[in-house]
């Protein structure tokens, strides 16, 4: 390449006293002026493979391509080992095969999964569905009492207060002997 | 790993090719291309996937479809009776789920069924046809416009309300 580009510079010289010469001689054989010339060659040479190295100016990919290594580093840091472990999942433990329940036997609530994964994390950190479902009818039950007692009080409060007749609605009265009477003693005030 | 279908549940019936009588020497060269078929891809992938079979036989799991006992229905339950209306309501939740699998199954033996017969269809499917005519007509008069939030209250008051029509028609026929 070094060679090439000496040769490049040596015709350029050859090139340049020829056109000196050439602009007192008159008629001589130039170039081809109309060929087309790269910026930076002066003569076209065939079988050069690298010509002039070039300096390109262009916008930076420093921040792109930074992003995605860092991208591509952390989702394969955890998502290779993750990849490898479900393949090992399926390939050697497998899935489990649908059978009819058999005679008197209960099976628990994870052996109705399929995916191994599944079943183990049904079996370890899930709850069972049957919790689930009797949390939800003590909820259910312990709020039913709460407004049956409700309602009971209102009704309860309604009619003593109706009826006066039970230990709610006492309401102090000042006592009937301090009441002085003497003003209605005549009808003629 | 995806499951086949049933092979055996929509066969097709046997095809009825004709046995060709061979008049050249030259050999077929379809016979070249299934055995080039069957030695680059057929028997390498069998081979892996029966070492894999292999791998998962050694043990063995299974798992069931869970069974749920009866419950009272909601037309059965006490009024304020919280505790029987929840139950009623998951149960009526499970029936909702097993009847759309159950019209879903109809409409699959029906795409089987045309597929399978073609320009026949209409002539030799007619009676997966009305099959799933009939319990379409039954998910519809059921479930049919309760919506999103339907439950088995709702549901309750719809088939309620189609008892009432039914029989005013009833009465307005007699009279």
Redesign the interface.
């Known amino acids: 390449m070094a060679a090439m580009s000496l040769l490049l510079r040596a015709a350029a010289a050859w090139g340049a006293r020829r056109a000196v010469g050439g602009a007192a001689g008159g008629a001589r054989l130039r170039w081809p002026s109309g060929a087309a010339r790269l910026p930076g060659t002066v003569a076209p040479v065939r079988h050069s493979s690298h010509g002039k190295r070039m300096f390109i100016i262009k916008a930076t990919s420093f921040y792109d391509s930074r992003f995605l290594n860092l991208l591509r580093f952390y989702i394969f840091l955890t998502g290779i080992p993750v990849a490898v472990f479900i393949t090992y999942v399926n390939i050697f433990i497998g899935e489990a095969e649908l059978a009819e329940i058999p005679e008197g036997y209960v099976p628990d609530y994870w052996e109705y999964y399929k995916h191994p994964i599944s079943r183990w994390i049904a079996r370890y950190l899930l709850d069972p569905p049957e919790k689930n479902y009797e949390k939800a009818m003590a909820l259910l039950d312990v709020e039913a009492k709460k407004t049956e007692l409700r309602l009971m009080e209102l009704e309860a409060r309604r009619l003593m207060r109706a009826r006066g007749d039970g230990p709610w609605y006492h309401y102090e009265t000042p006592d009937k002997n301090l009441t002085d009477e003497s003003m209605k003693a005549t009808p003629d005030n | 790993?995806p499951e086949d279908r049933d092979w055996e549940v929509y066969k097709a019936p046997p095809t009825r090719t004709p046995v060709l009588e061979k008049d050249t020497s030259l050999s077929n060269p379809v016979h070249l291309f299934q055995a080039a078929f069957s030695y680059v891809l057929d028997r390498p992938i069998t081979f892996v996937r029966e070492w894999?079979?292999r791998?998962?036989a050694k043990?063995?799991?299974?798992?069931?479809?869970?069974?749920f006992r009866r419950v009272p229905d909601l037309s059965e339950c006490m009024e304020?009776d919280?505790?029987c209306f929840?139950?009623a309501e998951?149960q009526w939740r499970r029936d909702r789920m097993v009847d759309q699998e159950i019209v879903a199954i109809v409409r699959e033996r029906f795409g089987a069924c045309q597929q399978r017969e073609g320009p026949n269809q209409f002539q030799n499917c007619a009676k997966e046809m009305e099959q799933l005519v009939q319990v379409t007509k039954a998910y519809q008069d059921k479930y049919g416009e309760l919506g999103a939030h339907g439950n088995a209250r709702t549901c309750l008051m719809k088939q309620k309300h189609r008892m009432m029509e039914e029989r005013k028609a009833q009465e307005n026929a007699d009279q």
């Open positions: 790993m894999i079979e791998q998962q043990n063995k799991f299974y798992y069931y479809h869970q069974q304020g919280y505790l929840f139950e998951a």
